[in-house]
């Protein structure tokens, strides 16, 4: 029998940094502003918990697929639904459910909260179509996007000990890739506390953990490089919220003003923790390449998505491999350097 979600991806953002760790590891980061990427290390409900009746909604519905092969994604829909029940129950916290065209959202949050995030959520997913020339009609996950709000920390970390099986005492939002096999309904839920934060915050915070889920999902559940998938995150938050950049920008001018390398960034792996630092060079890597060319990015995204590696791929998009990637964005980063 399936477990809710065998195997999961998460990436956590913090009050003062953003950060990510493997499901199951050691709860949090040493250090505040540090990051280890998306993770396929997995987790969630406990087996013989997700057995019983109680957790069937964690579970996929035996009907998920059409004669034809194909899934039967309002049956998905409908399964995932009958989470709300469970949650209510488990954390005794009455939730309520909103749905839009792409989002499922279960929140405790005051109604005008959560009317902000049925209409951010569909903005970011439109909008991530539109920059990147996707086609609408494409679907990026089965059923919808779980998205999860909460009123405060406490049933925030709550729900990822009891649901996710994960200590985010520190955390500002993460999101999980529920990672089933390959021939199996690939879902993703995102997390986020309300705890009277501005708007602001909360938005971008909901903007980063969204991208990261679309981008996990896009075309085949595959990871991206840390940097990429980081700096596509970082990159939509200055998309959404261009007063952001100054800040984004600060870190990344500093590191091309010393001539040091990024060697180091680019090859980072999932497990790897990012300094505060990396998130800006990262996103200035991001914005680099699309101002580029955007058309071209999407290309660069979607031979990684292929298996390339990225040698590979920036070649074939770009003409350059990541050697003249880097020296074109150290000229890139000239006009920032004060």
């Not at 250090?31 to 069937?56: M, R, W, Y």
């Not at 949650?87 to 989002?103: D, G, Q």
């Not at 999932?270 to 998130?279: H, K, N, T, V």
Request: glycine fraction near 6%; charge should be neutral.
């Amino acid at each position: 029998m399936n477990r809710s979600i065998p195997s999961a991806i998460l990436a956590l953002a913090a009050m003062a940094g953003l950060w990510a760790w493997p499901v199951g590891a050691t709860a949090g980061p040493s250090d505040a502003g540090t990051t280890a990427g998306p993770s396929d290390a997995g987790t969630t409900v406990p087996a013989d918990k997700a057995a019983a009746s109680e957790f069937e909604g964690f579970q996929l519905p035996a009907e998920y697929k059409n004669a034809d092969g194909t899934f039967n994604q309002d049956t998905i829909v409908a399964q995932q639904k009958k989470r709300l029940a469970t949650i209510r129950r488990k954390l005794f916290v009455p939730f309520v459910m909103a749905e839009t065209p792409h989002y499922l959202i279960f929140s405790n949050a005051d109604a005008d909260v959560t009317d902000r995030f049925v209409r951010w959520s569909e903005a970011l997913y439109a909008d991530l179509g539109r920059r990147f020339g996707i086609d609408p009609a494409e679907r990026i996950w089965d059923g919808k996007c779980l998205l999860l709000v909460f009123n405060d920390l406490t049933t925030f970390q709550n729900y990822s000990r009891t649901f996710d099986r994960h200590d985010v005492a520190g955390a500002g939002a993460y999101f999980v890739w529920e990672n089933n096999p390959p021939d199996k309904p690939q879902l993703v839920h995102l997390c986020i506390p309300e705890a009277q934060q501005d708007p602001r915050r909360l938005r971008e915070l909901f903007v980063h953990e969204g991208t990261h889920a679309f981008f996990q999902l896009y075309k085949k559940a595959a990871n991206l490089p840390l940097w990429l998938h980081e700096g596509l995150a970082e990159y939509m938050t200055v998309v959404n919220d261009g007063t952001l950049r100054p800040k984004k920008l600060s870190a990344a001018a500093g590191v091309a003003r010393q001539g040091a390398s990024i060697e180091p960034i680019l090859k980072a792996g999932m497990e790897s923790r990012f300094p505060l630092a990396d998130y800006s060079v990262a996103y200035t890597l991001v914005d680099f390449l699309v101002s580029v060319s955007r058309p071209r990015f999407k290309v660069f995204i979607d031979a990684l998505k292929e298996g390339r590696d990225q040698e590979t791929a920036l070649r074939a998009a770009y003409g350059f491999d990541t050697s003249g990637m880097v020296s074109r964005w150290q000229v890139y980063m000239t006009k920032y350097i004060p």
